[in-house]
């Protein structure tokens, strides 16, 4: 149990329906990846924040997603006008306080667009 | 580009050993990473290599050869329990870059 909690764990929705997931880390964690895994693939990179500043953004990051991390605390990815092919694992991911160069991934957010 | 290659399915039988082989290559190295992934479930992390040779953890191995850009994952005394998605990442500066996973199947 990495101690990370993201919400929600399930969400379907319709196509064109925007759509907000939440991860919150542990307080010491200052460094937060987001990631997306389709079926049969491995995650792919979105972004990530070293405390409230979004550093990068992936291509993959169209112009229909935004990330946020206020206070550099928890952090919420948004879909607006969801697609069909956005169905996917949405899984967020930490550094811990003392080692810096292994990410733990939190149990993920699961989205289906109908 | 980042390419980073290991192998679709294995399957092996309760009480073997089983290797799961990932080559890469990539615009960048600061460490390359094995994680478990049960279906429907997050990816856990299992061991990290950023120089050349094996480092031994329990059950599990993982050896790396940077000048051939290979690693490879040790499944020793496979349990049933060890069927599950076996993903091979390269860290590049602060992030990941993922294979499409090993799929384990341990019979009986």
């Known amino acids: 149990d990495t101690g990370v909690s993201q919400d929600p764990r399930h969400k379907i929705t319709k196509r064109g329906q925007n759509v907000t997931f939440r991860c919150d880390p542990i307080?010491?964690?200052?460094?937060l990846y987001w990631y997306r895994q389709t079926l049969g693939q491995g995650p792919e990179f979105l972004t990530y924040?070293?405390?409230?500043?979004?550093?990068?953004k992936s291509r993959l990051l169209s112009d229909r997603f935004s990330a946020e991390r206020p206070k550099g605390s928890f952090s919420t990815l948004e879909i607006q006008r969801t697609e069909q092919g956005d169905s996917a694992m949405y899984l967020c991911?930490?550094?811990?306080?003392?080692?810096?160069?292994?990410?733990?991934f939190g149990p993920g957010t699961r989205l289906t667009v109908l | 580009g980042q390419n980073i290659d290991q192998p679709t399915e294995m399957t092996a039988t309760e009480g073997a050993i089983v290797q799961i082989n990932c080559t890469y290559q990539?615009?960048?190295?600061?460490?390359l990473f094995w994680y478990q992934q049960h279906a429907g479930e997050a990816p856990t992390f299992l061991s990290y290599?950023?120089?050349?040779g094996l480092e031994e953890k329990g059950r599990f191995s993982s050896f790396l050869s940077r000048s051939k850009g290979y690693s490879y994952l040790l499944l020793k005394e496979l349990q049933m329990k060890d069927s599950a998605s076996y993903l091979c990442?390269?860290?590049?500066?602060?992030?990941?870059?993922f294979g499409a996973g090993t799929t384990v199947t341990v019979r009986a």
């Open positions: 990442a390269v860290k590049n500066d602060y992030k990941l870059s």
């Open positions: 991911a930490f550094l811990k306080r003392f080692n810096t160069d292994t990410q733990y």
């Open positions: 307080s010491e964690h200052n460094r």
């Open positions: 924040f070293q405390n409230e500043a979004q550093l990068e």
């Open positions: 990539t615009s960048g190295f600061n460490g």
């Open positions: 290599n950023v120089l050349d």
